[in-house]
């Protein structure tokens, strides 16, 4: 599979992922299954009053993080930070309550008002940063960049080192998807030695809520990845879990993207999401970033 595919699957996994599970947000499995049966069309709506396709903060922060690296990926600090004040400014419809607080607290350094904001909020273990991390994945060829890149992105708003864990975690099995790996092998790679690692021989599902707690979500993700066999399936199971069910189809389908291409997501979804121009010029400028990498560099494409 060539490149291009698997970074333009990763940016439209996420917005699928998003698009579809902001439908679901905050409801019950039961809330669910009464109003929509088995979700697996795109229809909007839901708490926020989507429009069919219309993304959430999950997105939109993918989108800000993708394109500060493509201003700058020697150090993209300022520029992700920049976009964030612009979208927050947008008044967007959508955005996570440790996240909102670090904005309210930036006065000029972003390290500080994460640490402010989790010294007021007595945590910041949110998934908020593991969200919207991908880009670095898809964007940077040598591990040792990605690996600082993704902690970076994620201390903007982020203090808890569970945050940062998750993050690497993520990103070294995007990096491994992108080099062609297999999905099942590059989870179990990374997933090793940590608390995640259970998931690899879990077959019933995780014993948390699906939450916006960092922990919970990633080993939702990680459960949901391993049990499914589509992108759509990813990205469906997960919109049918409700409580934080837009975030987590967003990081499952954002991998589930990576893995299984553009061209393997359904086109159904694909024509829904709303910011298709968006996403196809940061996914065109991610490939001439990793392209020019790539021509420097003795790694493997």
Same mark, same amino acid.
């Given at each position: $599979?060539?490149?291009? &595919? ?8 996420? =917005? ?17 299954? %009464?109003?929509?049966? +088995? /979700? ?8 926020? #009053? ?5 993304? !959430?903060?999950? !997105?939109? $922060? ?20 920049? /976009?964030?004040?612009?979208? +927050? ?13 670090? *904005?309210?607290? +930036?006065?000029? #350094?972003?390290?500080?008002? =994460? ?11 949110? &998934?908020g940063s593991l969200m919207r991390c991908l880009p670095v994945g898809l964007a940077y060829v040598e591990l040792a960049q990605l690996e600082k890149m993704s902690r970076m992105q994620s ?12 993050? @690497?975690?993520? &990103? ?40 916006? *707690?960092?922990?919970?979500? *990633? ?8 049990? #499914?066999?589509? *992108? ?7 919109? %049918?879990?409700?409580?934080? #069910?837009? !975030? ?6 954002? @991998? ?13 979804? !694909? ?9 196809? =010029? ?6 001439? /970033? ?12």
């Open positions: $599979m060539d490149i291009m &595919n698997r970074i333009k699957g990763g940016l439209y996994g996420v =917005a699928v992922g998003d698009a579809l599970g902001g439908t679901t947000e905050f409801m019950s499995r039961k809330e669910i299954a %009464n109003r929509h049966g +088995y /979700l697996t069309e795109i229809v909007g709506g839901g708490v926020w #009053s989507l429009e069919p396709g219309e993304v !959430t903060d999950d !997105t939109m $922060m993918t989108l800000c993080v993708a394109e500060g690296i493509i201003q700058n990926p020697l150090d993209p600090l300022r520029e992700i930070g920049e /976009l964030f004040l612009e979208w +927050y400014r947008s008044d967007p419809k959508d955005i996570g309550n440790i996240i909102r607080q670090v *904005f309210r607290r +930036y006065e000029g #350094s972003w390290f500080e008002a =994460a640490l402010i904001a989790d010294l007021d909020l007595g945590r910041s273990a949110g &998934n201390r903007m708003t982020h203090y808890d080192e569970r945050c940062d864990e998750a993050c @690497l975690i993520y &990103n070294r099995i995007a990096w491994r998807l992108m080099r062609g790996e297999e999905l099942r092998a590059a989870i179990a790679a990374e997933i090793s030695g940590t608390p995640y690692a259970d998931i690899l021989t879990q077959t019933e599902e995780p014993d948390c809520e699906p939450s916006g *707690f960092v922990v919970d979500t *990633f080993r939702w993700v990680l459960y949901l990845l391993l049990q #499914s066999s589509s *992108f759509a399936e990813v990205v469906q199971k997960a919109a %049918n879990l409700g409580g934080d #069910s837009d !975030t987590i189809g967003a990081i499952a389908g954002g @991998l589930a993207g990576v893995y299984y291409g553009f061209t393997g997501i359904p086109q159904t979804y !694909t024509d829904a999401i709303l910011i298709r121009s968006r996403l196809d =010029a940061a996914a065109q400028k991610i490939w001439e /970033l990793r392209v020019g990498q790539l021509e420097h560099s003795d790694s493997p494409k």
